[in-house]
């Protein structure tokens, strides 16, 4: 009689000769499982302005036609409170850190940009945000998207802003 194996057994059998193959696979059912899991979500220990921020661009992000969420970091921690919402939109994570930026490469969701321009003001970062999806063809004009930030920028739990933006206006 024929056993059947797990996709485990099988690649562990075959000694890695599909490695290729293998993480296709593994992707497309990862991806398939995502489709479907209802994600629960935590309270914060810590930043209460981060985790009320992160929830209210879930909210936005359930009710609004968003192209992509922007959040900008200095430590990794509003994009990781972000991410853990498990919004369907994508989330890119703008900051100047590149210890930061190879950080957030590793979490769920997050497409982290590294940048060495940014700006002290509100409009200035939305004016950043705006060029950068632009020039690197992330979006279009007319696009709307959400930027989540803090004023002044670049100070480790200072995320204090939400605004949906279109772009181009």
Request: contains cysteine; aromatic residues 6%.
């Amino acid at each position: 009689m024929k056993k059947l194996i797990t996709l485990t057994e099988f690649i562990i059998d075959r000694q890695g000769e599909f490695p290729v193959k293998a993480v296709e696979i593994m992707s497309r059912i990862a991806t398939e499982v995502e489709n479907h899991i209802v994600f629960k979500t935590y309270a914060a220990d810590g930043n209460q302005d981060i985790m009320a921020l992160s929830e209210a661009t879930n909210v936005i992000e359930k009710i609004a036609d968003l192209h992509c969420i922007v959040v900008y970091t200095a430590s990794g921690r509003s994009a990781r409170f972000v991410a853990a919402e498990r919004p369907k939109t994508p989330i890119y994570a703008i900051t100047t850190s590149l210890n930061v930026y190879h950080g957030l490469n590793l979490l769920w969701g997050i497409n982290p940009i590294l940048t060495s321009e940014m700006s002290s003001s509100f409009n200035g970062l939305v004016s950043l945000a705006e060029r950068t999806l632009i020039e690197r063809g992330i979006a279009s004009t007319g696009n709307k998207v959400v930027i989540v930030g803090g004023v002044p920028a670049g100070i480790p739990g200072g995320t204090n802003f939400i605004k949906i933006h279109t772009l181009g206006s």
